[in-house]
């Protein structure tokens, strides 16, 4: 299995630009979380789905940041416009139902640079 | 720009002592605890886990105990090795949520 799968890698946009992050859960799988990760603030979760449909986006931001998930093998997160506090490392992390376990599986993340 | 980021405790032993990793979590309403290790440039690993009908629980060179009363969670890692050296998040679950929250984390750095 590749694991979960994040594009791109790394992002450097002006201020102002639309960015948008991509995520490949593992297949099977029926949860996906979009997080953030800054030094200021740690491991925060943004959003999450099960089964295509959003349940939890208490954690986004402000509008400028919105997510989907069209099918289940893909997700995205969009900043529209992006601003430079938006710098952070970006991971999706998707799980499956499964009474005896709430593990979550991680990608490598995308680390945004907003100049 | 940001001008204070969150300070992160920092454990530092010597390879092949033992290492204890303390997290306090702050839901009484928690449930389910993970354990998770993140190596520099990469994404959270699981660990190990525990659920809250459990005081403790053993992996391979990990133990993780659990005490409900004072809210507090700890990781040990036994003969501890180079590799072991990451950032160690601890993160607690409400049953029916799905939803985990994440500790600051410790940073444990080994040295020869």
């Known amino acids: 299995d590749a694991g979960v799968i994040q594009s791109p890698r790394h992002e450097v946009t002006e201020m102002g630009q639309e960015v948008t992050l991509r995520c490949k859960p593992i297949s099977g799988h029926d949860y996906l979380f979009w997080y953030r990760q800054t030094m200021m603030r740690g491991l925060e979760l943004l959003i999450y789905f099960n089964n295509n449909v959003p349940i939890d986006d208490s954690g986004m931001p402000e509008d400028r940041f919105s997510a989907k998930m069209p099918n289940a093998s893909f997700s995205t997160l969009k900043i529209q416009p992006s601003e430079p506090r938006d710098s952070a490392v970006y991971f999706c992390?998707?799980?499956?139902?499964?009474?005896?376990?709430?593990?979550?599986?991680f990608g490598p993340g995308t680390r945004l640079t907003v100049t | 720009g940001e001008s204070v980021g969150l300070h992160l405790p920092t454990l530092s032993v010597q390879e092949g002592d033992n290492s204890i990793i303390n997290c306090a979590y702050s839901?009484?309403?928690?449930?389910?605890f993970i354990w998770y290790k993140q190596e520099s440039g990469k994404g959270p690993q699981f660990i190990i886990d525990?659920?809250?009908?459990?005081d403790k629980r053993q992996g391979q060179r990990v133990t993780v105990l659990l005490n409900k009363t004072v809210k507090h969670l700890s990781l040990q890692i036994a003969a501890t090795q180079p590799g072991d050296s990451a950032v160690y998040f601890c993160?607690?679950?409400?049953?029916?949520?799905?939803?985990?929250?994440f500790g600051t984390g410790t940073r444990l750095q080994v040295f020869p």
């Open positions: 525990i659920r809250s009908n459990m």
């Open positions: 992390a998707s799980s499956f139902d499964d009474a005896g376990s709430y593990e979550q599986y």
């Open positions: 839901n009484s309403a928690s449930d389910y």
């Open positions: 993160a607690e679950g409400v049953n029916n949520t799905d939803k985990l929250i």
